[in-house]
């Protein structure tokens, strides 16, 4: 419904008593008759004219009638009509800004919480003593398989580039993480890591007690590092 103060500003008295002459619903008609008015300057008026008209049954004849009391001189978009375009232009501009803080806003996606390893065995509580944390970034060359270790603490790894496929040695699970991804490593299991036709990037997180060595290989296996800067 459109308010009485725009229909007052927008029709002029000569079309209002027009629109009462010629239409048994004079309300509706003055309605009709804003739209008529500026259906030319916009086309969303001009839809909106023709869907409110089926609506409400107005046939063409009746359209036409309520057309022919628009005087020539009041035919350009009032005044009214223009602030309420502006008024919407300006809407849209500070939704729009308000969109953009939005997307230069601090945001975190959380890429791994669990309370278990990758393989479904849940971490024991953290051993005593004084905690230290560590964090790694390896670099595994193309068709590479890591030594047979274990780590003695918990870690978390995240795959920056490349991909890893992770062999546990006991239960041969196995799981592939890609570049963007991560997983919670064991503790005390056996297991290694292989690559493929590509380099792979990990960064390796542990949560470790001062003292306690980060990864342990097993009996006969060279360290899983060769050199750590």
């Known amino acids: 419904m459109i308010p009485a103060t725009w229909l007052s500003a927008c029709i002029t008295t000569s079309e209002q008593a027009c629109c009462r002459a010629r239409y048994r619903r004079p309300a509706k008609a003055l309605q009709f008759l804003f739209y008529e008015k500026h259906a030319q300057f916009n086309t969303a008026f001009h ?28 035919s350009p978009p009032s005044i009214v009509l223009k602030s309420v375009i ?79 496929t992770i062999e546990d040695r006991l239960s041969n699970k196995s799981l592939v993480v890609k570049a963007g991804e991560a997983f919670p490593e064991s503790v005390g299991a056996s297991h290694r890591g292989v690559t493929g036709d590509q380099e792979a990037v990990v960064i390796v997180a542990y949560a470790g007690v001062e003292g306690t060595p980060l990864s342990v290989p097993d009996k006969n296996e060279k360290p899983e590092f060769e050199h750590i800067e």
């Open 86 to 164: 502006a008024a919407a232009l300006i809407s849209l501009t500070l939704l729009s800004s308000v969109k953009a803080s939005e997307a230069l806003a601090p945001k975190a996606k959380v890429v791994v919480n669990s309370t278990t390893s990758w393989e479904g065995v849940k971490y024991a509580p953290y051993p005593s003593g004084q905690p230290k944390l560590s964090l790694l970034k390896i670099t595994i060359p193309p068709h590479t398989a890591l030594p047979w270790h274990h780590h003695p603490v918990a870690n978390i790894a995240y795959v920056i580039s490349g991909q890893l």
């Open 47 to 74: 839809f909106a004219y023709t869907m409110k008209a089926q609506n409400n049954k107005i046939g063409p004849q009746a359209m036409t009638e309520i057309s022919r009391c628009v005087t020539p001189d009041s």
